[in-house]
């Protein structure tokens, strides 16, 4: 090899390399016109149904659960009317802190991993599982919420969520907030045909209580933390965006007071009368609604259950589509 | 490799090819050890097994902190191989001589312009060692930034990891823009940020520093091979001093050596003198690789070598007393304290578990362990945050990264036990650090000030976010929520320090743009938080008898909560190391009579008693551990309690009082409880019953008749650390009784400053004294007598006294008192 190059080399190469780099990120600045996720067409009930049960020993806890599951979710009309062959499914649980299931600040591992199956069963191509986590560190979030083992073993697909697949989105007739970075995999239709939101029901410092409507703001990136400068409000705006298509609110567990974080046991209400349930709809605002009943609240009296319900995204009424409660 | 291989090698050697297999397995491990770190840790594995393997850093740490550290038996075992193996250790196994021997190899092209164009100074290594061990026992560990493991594990941590990994994330990211490409390149990303175990790029703060050491080490591989280790690296020196006795020792064959010379080119250790013949002991490394490229085999190692090849360590008597002076003169340069900060509290924040400061600066050896597995990446090295002497120990930066609840794998993997392990349930509650709020930043707080401006437009200025990620279970951050007129609230945000832990998570996630609103500051010694809200209901029987308890109790906790109580008057139950007060009142049946019951909770009996004593008034009951009743009034003192029941509506008798007080009391349980210890240097002579005032800072003094000037400036240096009684006396002279007052302090020194400083404030006042011995008698102008004396960590005076010889002779009854009780 000659050790010495001409200064016309050197100046050709330059260039050639040059203009080849520079296409190529030209290149790589197009994107790729990909459609928002919609909705999806079903034929569910939706009417809001509550399944109450209850467990003696922990180790009935995944049984009864996977029985509370489906018999919720045939009561309103059965995995199979949502989920069609080869769907790709999303489904978002609260794994945002670093906490084992029994402090109720995480939703219930068995509930996801249920549905999970559920939508394999009902032919999902791909069930996925993730949560943008408030921890830093994804990582112990995943294993300590028990979520991680409970998906992966009815075959679900577990992933952190990865910082650079945040996109700026518009939020059309957005309140307060015009545009906000939302991770792609719960926006695009080609990453989740069909999005399934399972929130824990639980006291919130800041919003009051934190359930369905709250549980999205696990979907945004961006400052999180200034979204909580006038925080119901901007929780619609970000509702307005995302297209939740079944909401499965779990209040088997839930934290009373100290929240978001808990950390107490004595904080946890498991009694039958109060928790010990778990509420099936499709429509966001009236779950918030049946579960702020449960904290001795009227949706009413829930900022940011009063703005959805004033934007248009659910009825604050949960008995107005119907309702129906189930004991096992 | 060989540069000539058309001479045909008779004999390779097996033993080579073992170390080389040896070598790549260690190494192999070492680095997996670091990228599984996490893992391995989490399941109780020794991640940091080579460190613990350093001869150098067992010393360093073990002399600098004066005590024997079990944790480093492998070094033991390593400096026992050695005095038979010699330098096995740097050819063998030493994560740094690999890597160098792997950059070595990729410099030879260059090195061939440059090599042995500086001074080869093999004697250099002994005089560093000197030097280090010398810094030693003048109280500076300076062995961290020379030992080569802690090198090696700074250099793939904090260098080679986080540049590979971002290296990597970059190029991944930039293939994920191509619709095509992505769909392939997106797995094998996952995949190697899975195997790597790297989901975010780890980032170090100064590791533009390390990359300077790391490539000056590496470049000086242009002149000699291994510079560092021949020339520089002082545990190298350690194994050489030791290796006399090594039954690894090369021997050549004289009569077949036909001094090729190839030997003594290739040595990279130049152990080897020109002729090939003579051997170093102390710089052969039993690489092996003489013996293999001798074409003759003419190589062997075995325990005897012949007299005529040994080559003797070569010391010279000015280099070791020049080391010896330098260390002398550089350790104490390098303590120079240029931040201008007392008792070594620099506010930094040192990972759970930390050894006190001067200890912790002794056991670390900056190997960088910590911050390796450190899970939300928080610790990083400390640049000169700890003055020159602490750098590249580790500190929490929560603006990066806070200490995660649940996480202890720092506590895990120190190899110098400078971080001690800690069972999960203690580090959640172990104060690293306390949270402050600035409130000139904190958005609620700045919206509070800007009322007026609100008033006409108003917005939302509440936040909360720190409080919302508090990890603390009852949380060491609460709202103090103000109304406006409007009806709109401003949810201002108040820091507990008794219950905050310093985690940091707040400071991570405040919303603030730069510069955090709420700020954690390090505190040394650690300390266990007390856990609170365990008064509440536990103490309140819902009932006693007819009268019922009205809803729950309230709980204040912590300083910012009894402003909310009592707004006036706070500081004096401040001014004792208060925990928490409830409240509950009962209400008797069909009756409108209740009473309001407070229980205070103090971090000590000796307080609870403090405040009791206060203002007691009335009579004595038997109730607690001392009670009194004036009317329909009642407090008692129990153990850490402290408890007032007063009227709260109709007529309650004083019977109704003691009633219920002996009810809830009997409900405390207290231990065996004592008076305060200074109590008992009170003389018993004309003491009046119930008149002692236990206190510790100077705002209770301020509320006690001793003079007619108001004492304005602390000149008896009341504090936290000081006790103090003050009692009345009756006098034989006066129908006004006098008052004797009795100061301990922590120090002799601060009794005997108090001392001179009351001395000089009654002289500034224009007094007369008179002095016998130690003792000085004062006359104001009204003409009562106050003494004044000093007697070890006491401090004795009384006030107001009649005669100047009941004055004296009171003060002489304490002293004989406290002689008599040291004594």
């Known amino acids: 090899m000659k050790d010495n190059i001409s200064r016309r080399t050197f100046l050709k190469t330059g260039i050639a390399v040059g203009t080849g780099l520079y296409g190529l990120s030209y290149l790589s600045s197009f994107e790729r016109p990909r459609s928002l996720k919609t909705f999806k067409e079903n034929s569910l009930k939706k009417k809001l149904v509550v399944v109450h049960g209850d467990i003696v020993e922990r180790n009935d806890e995944s049984s009864i659960i996977r029985e509370m599951v489906s018999r919720g979710i045939k009561a309103i009309g059965g995995m199979d009317k949502l989920v069609s062959r080869g769907d790709n499914v999303v489904i978002k649980p609260n794994i945002a802190w670093d906490r084992q299931p029994e402090y109720a600040v995480n939703t219930n591992p068995f509930v996801v991993a249920a549905l999970a199956e559920m939508c394999i069963e009902a032919g999902a191509n791909r069930v996925s599982v993730l949560d943008h986590t408030c921890a830093k560190n994804p990582g112990p979030s995943y294993i300590n919420s028990g979520i991680e083992k409970a998906a992966k073993e009815v075959g679900a697909e577990v992933r952190f969520v990865n910082e650079r697949l945040f996109k700026d989105f518009k939020i059309p007739g957005g309140k307060l907030l015009d545009s906000w970075p939302f991770y792609e995999k719960f926006i695009y239709q080609d990453e989740a045909d069909v999005l399934i939101n399972v929130p824990i029901a639980k006291q919130h410092s800041t919003s009051r209580l934190s359930m369905a409507l709250k549980n999205t703001m696990g979907m945004i990136g961006g400052n999180r933390g200034s979204i909580h400068k006038d925080i119901h409000p901007k929780i619609a705006d970000i509702n307005k965006v995302v297209k939740v298509d079944l909401t499965v609110l779990d209040a088997f567990r839930i934290l009373k007071r100290n929240g978001p974080t808990g950390g107490r046991l004595e904080d946890v209400d498991n009694n039958y009368e109060n928790a010990r349930r778990l509420v099936f709809c499709v429509d966001p605002v009236a779950v918030d609604s049946y579960g702020a009943t449960m904290f001795g609240y009227h949706g009413r009296d829930i900022g940011f259950i009063r703005e959805s319900y004033g934007a248009g995204l659910g009825e604050i009424d949960f008995k107005l589509r119907g309702f129906g409660e189930i004991t096992i | ?823």
């Not at chain 2, 018993?684 to 002692?692: A, M, N």
């Open chain 2, 1 to 823: 490799m060989t540069g000539n291989s058309n001479v045909n090698i008779k004999k390779g050697s097996i033993n080579y090819k073992i170390r080389l297999a040896v070598q790549i397995l260690v190494f192999i491990v070492f680095i997996c050890l670091l990228i599984y770190a996490d893992p391995i840790a989490e399941k109780d594995g020794t991640v940091d097994i080579f460190l613990r393997m350093s001869p150098l850093s067992a010393i360093g740490a073990m002399v600098a902190a004066k005590e024997f550290i079990i944790k480093y038996w492998p070094a033991i075992i390593v400096l026992a191989a050695s005095l038979f193996l010699g330098r096995f250790f740097c050819g063998w196994i030493c994560p740094l001589g690999t890597t160098l021997d792997i950059t070595d190899r990729l410099l030879k092209k260059q090195r061939n312009r440059v090599s042995y164009k500086i001074y080869d100074a093999k004697r250099l290594k002994y005089y560093i060692l000197a030097f280090l061990l010398l810094s030693l026992f003048i109280g500076h560990q300076m062995v961290g930034w020379f030992d080569p493991i802690s090198i090696a594990t700074n250099a793939y941590t904090i260098v080679i990891h986080p540049y590979l990994v971002s290296l990597i994330n970059s190029f991944f990211n930039f293939l994920h823009k191509f619709y095509l490409i992505s769909f392939v390149s997106d797995k094998v990303h996952v995949f190697i940020n899975e195997a790597l175990f790297a989901r975010q790029a780890p980032f170090f703060r100064g590791h533009l520093i390390f990359l300077i050491v790391l490539s000056a080490i590496i470049s000086l591989g242009l002149f000699y091979k291994r510079y560092w280790c021949r020339d520089l690296c002082p545990l190298g020196a350690l194994f050489a001093l030791f290796s006399d006795w090594s039954i690894f020792k090369r021997v050549v064959g004289q009569n077949i050596c036909d001094g090729c010379d190839k030997c003594t080119v290739d040595c990279k250790m130049g152990a080897i003198d020109d002729t090939g013949k003579k051997t170093q002991a102390g710089e052969c490394i039993l690489c092996m690789k003489c013996q293999d490229i001798c074409p003759i085999g003419a190589v062997r190692f075995t325990s005897k070598q012949p007299s005529e090849q040994v080559v003797p360590v070569n010391l010279t008597k000015r280099g070791f007393i020049t080391a010896c002076v330098s260390s002398a003169a550089v350790a104490p340069l390098l303590s120079l304290n240029f931040q201008k900060k007392s008792n070594g509290d620099f506010g930094i924040i040192r990972p759970p578990g930390s050894i006190p400061e001067d200890k912790f600066r002794a056991k670390c050896i900056r190997c960088g362990e910590c911050m390796r597995v450190c899970k939300t990446n928080g610790l990083h090295p400390t640049i000169l945050e700890a003055d020159l002497s602490g750098m590249w120990t580790p500190q929490l930066i929560p603006r990066i990264g806070y200490c995660a609840h649940d996480c202890v794998l720092c506590t895990k993997v120190c190899p110098s036990g400078a971080i001690t392990r800690l069972p999960k349930e203690k580090k959640k509650r172990l104060a690293i650090g306390k949270a402050r709020i600035d409130r000139n930043r904190c958005i609620p707080w700045v919206g509070y000030a800007r009322l007026p401006d609100l008033d006409k437009n108003w917005e939302d200025v509440s936040c909360g976010v720190c409080e919302e990620v508090c990890p603390v279970p009852t949380k060491a951050i609460h709202f103090n929520t103000y109304v406006h007129g409007n009806g709109k609230e401003i949810r201002r945000v108040y820091v507990r320090e008794e219950a905050c832990i310093g985690c940091g998570f707040c400071e991570k996630v405040c919303p603030v743009n730069g510069r955090s609103a709420i700020v954690v500051e390090g505190i040394q010694p650690q300390v266990m938080t007390s856990e609170i809200g365990m008064l509440e209901n536990d103490l309140f029987p819902v009932s006693v008898e007819d009268w019922k308890r009205k809803g729950k109790s309230t709980v204040y906790a912590g300083k910012d909560k009894l402003f909310e109580y009592i707004n006036g008057g706070a500081e004096v139950y401040l001014s004792y190391s208060f925990i928490q007060v409830s409240k509950a009142v009962y209400a008797k049946k069909d009756t409108d009579n209740s009473v309001k019951v407070d229980i205070w909770e103090f971090g000590s009996s000796d307080d609870a008693y403090g405040i009791f004593a206060k203002d007691r008034a009335g009579q004595g009951v038997n109730i607690g551990n001392e009670a009194s009743l004036y009317e329909n009034y009642l407090w008692v003192w129990k153990g850490k309690y402290f408890m007032s029941i007063e009227p709260y509506r109709g007529n309650v008798s004083p019977d109704d009082i003691t009633f219920i007080g002996t009810a809830i009391v009997d409900n405390i349980l207290a231990g065996k409880v004592s008076l305060p210890a200074i109590l008992m240097y009170l003389p018993e002579d004309g003491y009046i019953q119930g008149s002692s005032r236990y206190f510790h800072k100077k705002i209770i003094l301020d509320n006690i008749y001793i003079s007619d000037k108001f004492i304005d400036r602390n000149v008896l240096n009341l504090s936290e650390q000081t006790d103090a009684v003050v009692a009345d006396y009756k006098s034989d002279k006066s129908s006004l009784p006098f008052k004797i007052l009795i100061v301990k302090y922590s120090e002799k020194s601060v009794a005997e400053e108090s001392f001179k400083n009351f001395i000089e404030l009654r002289e500034s006042w224009g007094e007369d004294s008179v002095k016998t011995d130690t003792l000085y008698t004062f006359e104001d102008l009204k003409g009562k007598y106050s003494s004044i004396s000093c007697i070890n960590s006491f401090l004795v005076i009384t006030f107001l006294v009649e005669t100047k010889k009941d004055s004296e002779s009171s003060i002489n009854g304490v002293i004989s008192r406290v002689k008599a009780n040291q004594g």
